[in-house]
């Protein structure tokens, strides 16, 4: 038996698929899918309205619905359509479905205080959230040329993820890191991903969503600590 030199291999030589093979993931799971994507814009438009009302109502609502977005993802495209190719994804899978667990718990059980922002910068919220959570999807059009491609949030794990951060400062920073780790541990692996595969446009994606994550570690969400 011969020793195995691990150092000569690099993370591509891990991956069973090419940038083509992924990125037709997001064509198909669009296709097959069709035409439920409008529950999806749904979503999109429901959690940009809770985000200007911002009363303890809403931020329930919010939740509940980031909950779904990630048992959506987690239980579709990650079990059904990129596990059987990348078997991390599968597992991935499972902790998005977890992680929605966990969004539901704090959404019902949290005790929420009534305090809210100004009415003004409770819409810019609204408002700048949905333009995020609408022009970040268009990057994997972008990256195949195929406007069936396109990412939505609450069906692909990078976009959900990403824009799920901005809704987790909501939570008080003491609990926040423990919904904080999925988001972490998924933007390292999809980085490595993406970056092996080519697919330099949406490697952005993942990578700025880590350094998102990390500042969120810290950010409060008290006015005293964190103005405006």
Known sequence: MTDVNWLSYSLSDFLMFGPEVFLRLF????????????IAVAMMLLIAGL???????????????????????????????????????????????????????????????????APARRWQAGIGWLVMASLLPLLAVAQSGNWQGVALFGITPDVTVAASLPCLLLLPRRVRWLFLL?????CLFSAATLWTLGTRLMFVLPA????????SFWFSPRPAQSPG
């Open 51 to 117: 985000l200007a009302r911002g009363d303890r109502l809403a931020k329930r609502g919010t939740l509940l619905l980031l909950a779904a977005a990630w048992m959506w993802c987690g239980a579709g495209f990650l079990r059904e359509y990129y596990g059987p190719i990348n078997i991390p994804a599968a597992w991935f899978g499972w902790a998005f479905i977890l992680q929605a667990a966990l969004l539901t718990v704090a959404a019902l059980v949290w005790p929420w205080d009534g305090r809210s922002a």
């Open 182 to 186: 999925l988001p972490l541990l998924w």
């Open 208 to 215: 700025a969503t880590l350094a998102l994550t990390m500042v």
């Open 27 to 38: 064509v198909r799971i669009n296709q097959d899918f069709w035409p439920w994507q409008a």
